[in-house]
């Protein structure tokens, strides 16, 4: 069963624009996880968020996470052609040694596609 | 460093035929995931191993379904006999112990039952 619901399902933009994808979850994590996926490739782990972490940056990326909401959002700034992919956001809600750690939930995933 | 490999990338088949899928983890790589992906969704775990130990396979159909990982690195996954509804992409993932949980994919094999 999917963990969260990812918003909106399809994203156009144009080549500079900033892009913003929304991620909900229903029950408590140790960290949530954003992935991309190329047409017909497999998934790429851009950036992980801790629990206790409100928000992250890596290059283009900004990753906030609000646990009192149960939402995390991802932020492409000065998006190009090439971010054009599937973006997934993974929930790991086990603790360290636990039978259920290393276990992530997917979302459905947001199309983002960036027209240069 | 080599990705994680998976074969055949693609497969079509026949409904109530047998199928396998092989994958080979990241090096050093204990930790090791079958996904399935339905189009337009995520990923759904099958099938988690620790070493050569299966930890999670409750999301495993296991009346046709089964997985190996013999000596704790390459793995298989078999469906016997497939159905219509088993077309879908298979990804292999793996994860090392100190990685605080970051997966590392392969391309996947996209299954076509006919």
């Known amino acids: 069963s999917q963990q969260g619901e990812e918003d909106p399902q399809a994203l156009s933009i144009q080549e500079g624009e900033n892009a913003t994808m929304n991620c909900s979850y229903k029950?408590?994590?140790?960290?949530l996880q954003w992935y991309r996926q190329n047409s017909g490739r497999g998934l790429v782990h851009l950036i992980l968020?801790?629990?206790?972490?409100r928000e992250k940056h890596s290059g283009r990326l900004r990753v906030t996470l609000d646990t009192s909401k149960k939402s995390s959002s991802l932020l492409i700034t000065a998006s190009r052609a090439a971010d054009t992919a599937s973006y997934f956001c993974?929930?790991?809600?086990?603790?360290?040694?636990?039978?259920?750690?290393?276990?992530?939930?997917f979302g459905q995933g947001t199309i983002l596609t960036v027209h240069p | 460093e080599a990705g994680v490999v998976q074969s055949p990338r693609y497969k079509i088949i026949e409904k109530k035929q047998p199928v396998a899928f092989w994958c080979n983890p990241i090096s050093g790589h204990n930790t090791l995931y079958w996904y399935r992906q339905n189009l337009g969704q995520g990923p759904e775990l099958l099938i988690r191993y620790e070493n050569e130990e299966a930890v999670d396979d409750s999301q495993l159909p296991k009346d046709r379904f089964s997985a190996e990982r013999l000596k704790g690195v390459d793995s298989t996954l078999k469906i016997q006999p497939a159905e219509l509804g088993d077309s879908a992409v298979y990804l292999c993932a793996s994860r090392s112990g100190s990685s605080a949980n970051t997966q590392y994919f392969g391309p996947g094999t996209r299954l076509t039952v006919l």
């Open positions: 993974a929930t790991d809600g086990g603790t360290a040694g636990g039978t259920s750690y290393g276990k992530l939930t």
């Open positions: 029950t408590s994590i140790n960290n």
């Open positions: 968020i801790r629990s206790n972490e």
